[in-house]
């Protein structure tokens, strides 16, 4: 064989190995792509804190979502007692008020004393749907190991800091101590499910509060789910 020949086979042979070597955080990256690609899945969110948690009556409890592929997210969010439907597609929402569906920079905008959806409306802006938090978790992750159908290990202190601080003020002071850890299941390679803890100290209104949070995203009825959403709310959500 002639030198040229050889050189082109072992460079045709070297990235051949080199595109076939992929480890556990681009395996969890493709599943959550291929999740991405589905007509349609939902999900069921549940956050349980260390001791119960608390909250009264405005303590959170599962979120319930439904999303189609280049389409809309609908959510329905329990907090205690209520539950609030919201509409999300893209940067822009929609959430059901007493007074009917009003866009997310409405409720968000209103600096009415009596506007406790401000919050709630901030925060659906910078929603992450699973595929999206999946992807954003895998690469917060330090390293990730397989067991089976499971993908575990630690978040970087960056990650997990970033994640305390998620959706609140930007003059909020850094949490403290913050560290993580996360875990993915993947089936026929979707993602089927995924669950990370945090823990550190953060501050709110001047007081230090210890956090011990995990959050479970079990994902189902892939391909066969039915998101329905109201003309009034597709209009202020889009």
Do not use: C, H
Request: zero cysteines; aromatic letters at 6%.
């Amino acid at each position: 064989m002639k030198r040229s020949a050889l050189v082109a086979a072992v460079a045709v042979m070297t990235g051949s190995l080199v595109a076939g070597q992929t480890g556990p955080k681009d395996e969890v990256k493709s599943a959550a792509k291929k999740l991405s690609e589905m007509a349609n899945y939902s999900w069921k969110t549940t956050v349980e804190s260390a001791g119960g948690g608390g909250g009264g009556q405005f303590r959170r409890g599962p979120t319930e979502g439904k999303s189609e592929k280049d389409g809309f997210t609908t959510l329905a969010i329990s907090l205690g007692e209520f539950t609030i439907d919201a509409v999300l597609k893209g940067e822009k929402g929609a959430i059901r008020s007493p007074d009917g569906w009003r866009s997310l920079a409405e409720v968000a905008d209103d600096t009415s004393q009596q506007n406790p959806g401000r919050f709630l409306a901030r925060m659906l802006q910078s929603y992450r749907t699973p595929i999206t938090e999946a992807e954003f978790l895998a690469t917060k992750a330090k390293e990730l190991a397989k067991s089976g159908d499971a993908y575990s290990g630690n978040l970087t202190d960056e990650g997990a800091k970033e994640l305390l601080t998620f959706r609140r003020r930007d003059d909020s002071p850094a949490p403290r101590n913050a560290r993580g850890s996360v875990k993915f299941w993947i089936k026929e390679g979707v993602l089927t499910k995924y669950e990370y803890r945090l823990q550190g100290t953060v501050t709110f209104n001047n007081n230090d509060i210890d956090v011990d949070r995990t959050t479970t995203v079990e994902i189902k009825e892939v391909g066969s789910t039915k998101v329905d959403v109201p003309d009034e709310a597709k209009k202020k959500a889009s």
